[in-house]
């Protein structure tokens, strides 16, 4: 059974940063495609950063472009998003995702969702 599991959201100040973490089991990440979305209140759910374990290449929202940094560990089969210069703007429940190609990050593209952590960024 494919499952994600995210962890390290939590309240932050704007210009600060946090890690978030998508630990991976039922499957392993070599040569597999894991996504981070995110929904902000209000808002409809949006990929924002997508990597390919296999090569290491990259999607990236215009929105998070430059101060969010997607990468993977394959030997502990975890993906990590790094969010630095983090805005009000960037509050919402962060989703880690399991996609069915390459490339792409949108939600179509999604097979299976982890359960979401919350980051808020305040002013």
């Known amino acids: 059974e494919v499952q994600l599991v995210e962890s390290g959201g939590g309240l932050v100040q704007a210009g600060g940063s946090l890690r978030l973490s998508c630990a991976a089991s039922g499957f392993t990440l070599d040569y597999y495609a894991i996504g981070w979305f995110r929904q902000a209140p209000g808002k409809e759910r949006e990929g924002i950063s997508c990597i390919y374990s296999g090569d290491g290449r990259t999607l990236q929202s215009d929105s998070v472009k430059g101060r969010f940094t997607i990468s993977t560990d394959n030997g502990k089969n975890t993906v990590y998003l790094q969010m630095n210069s983090l805005k009000p703007e960037d509050t919402a429940v962060y989703y880690c995702?399991?996609?069915?190609?390459?490339?792409?990050?949108?939600?179509?593209?999604?097979?299976?969702w982890g359960q979401g952590t919350q980051v808020t960024v305040s002013s």
């Open positions: 995702a399991a996609l069915d190609r390459w490339p792409a990050c949108s939600l179509g593209d999604v097979g299976s």
